[in-house]
Every structure is written in C-alpha cells, then in structure tokens.
C-alpha cells in the first residue's frame, strides 16, 4: 500500500515537471517583430536613426524593427526639415508580432510637432 502512494506522487511529480515544461515553453516564445507609424507636422521631413546615423527615409513612413531575443527596444530618431528646427523622438517598440507584414498592419503611433527654426 505504502508503495502504490509513494509510485502515485513520483507520477505526480513527473506530471507536472512535464506540465511545467511545456508552458514555460509557451512563455519563452517571443515575437520578434514592432513597428511604428512616424509622422510628422509638417509632413517631409527626413528621419535618422541615432543609433547607427542611418537615414531610414522621410515622413509618414512606418518603421519595422526585428529583434533577435524579442525584447522590447528604445529607439531615438531625428528629424529634420528645412525652415524647422532639428527634433529627436525616442519611444520603445515592442515586438508582439510573428511577422513583419502583421507588425506593419498594427505599428504603434507616433507623431512628432516639429518647431519653426527661429
């Protein structure tokens, strides 16, 4: 009798180590794609990415970042137009989405108020 318990909770254990298995599988599987609607007033206006001073294009555009671990990201951008002084924006994207094309079918918002240059 004190076998049959002792065998009943090892199967217990067992299941749920298994159990515990399978949903810290689900858990670590992570998204690794954001996006972000850029728009500006005025609309034109180039975009740089501070981090490697690379110019991804002008204003509305959307920008898509895909990540490697599907960690959420802190991006800073400047941006320019003529007669408008220089503005940097920095916002976090988070990565929710499997693939680039339903990253980019839900991009997060944002929107920059450039400033006349005096």
């Known amino acids: 009798m004190r076998g049959n318990r002792i065998r009943s909770y090892g199967f217990a254990c067992l299941a749920m180590i298994a159990a515990g298995s399978v949903l810290s599988g689900c858990v670590a599987s992570t998204a690794p794609y954001g996006s972000a609607a850029i728009v500006s007033e005025p609309a034109g206006a180039k975009v740089v990415n501070l981090k490697d001073g690379e110019e991804i294009g002008t204003t ?59």
Do not use: C
């Open 60 to 118: 509305p555009l959307n920008y898509t970042l895909e990540t490697e671990d599907g960690k959420a990201e802190y991006i800073q951008l400047l941006l320019t137009s003529p007669g408008y002084a220089d503005q940097v924006t920095s916002f976090w994207i988070n990565p929710r989405y499997d693939s680039a094309e339903d990253a980019e079918e839900n991009p997060q918002a944002v929107k920059v108020n450039m400033k006349k240059a005096q």
